[in-house]
């Protein structure tokens, strides 16, 4: 079972286009509140995952919104102490009186603590929000894969 790390968001700022600016973090201790994968769940290994974001909501006067994500990940493999890092941009555009929404951007961009690129996954993909169905999604983004199926081996270990 996954827990979301108790952690803080606030307005951080807001003007008169309808953009708003949110910044969530999780606390700083690595294994006291992250986001933890039980061994067996999604992994053969207990995973944590610890992470930084800072969302920013734009709703134009036009009815569509747009949303941008920056997140700050730490994915460690706590059998072997092995850790991944990743900084992924992730915006979202919902067009008014739509059902559909595009996601575009970097999904994963994993580096190991040298620094050195490991994986990425970059998409364009499209949704309808009234069925929770995948309508198209570029090669390579990763949206055929499970959370597992990426992040598991990455990290040296494999799906449960």
Request: overall charge neutral; some cysteine.
């Amino acid at each position: 079972m996954a827990t979301v790390a108790a952690g803080s968001s606030r307005p951080s700022s807001t003007n008169a286009q309808g953009e708003f600016r949110f910044l969530t973090r999780t606390p700083k201790s690595i294994p006291k509140n992250p986001v933890r994968n039980v061994s067996g769940t999604q992994c053969n290994f207990t995973l944590d995952d610890t992470f930084t974001a800072e969302v920013v909501f734009l709703a134009p006067p036009n009815g569509d919104t747009v949303t941008l994500v920056t997140s700050n990940v730490t994915h460690t493999n706590l059998a072997t102490g092995y850790s991944l890092s990743e900084v992924d941009h992730i915006n979202t555009v919902a067009k008014s009186l739509s059902s559909t929404v595009m996601q575009v951007g970097i999904f994963w961009h994993l580096r190991d603590p040298s620094g050195h690129v490991v994986l990425v996954k970059a998409r364009q993909a499209i949704l309808d929000t009234a069925t929770g169905n995948v309508i198209s999604f570029t090669p390579n983004s990763g949206f055929d894969q499970t959370y597992a199926q990426i992040i598991c081996p990455a990290l040296g270990g494999s799906p449960a």
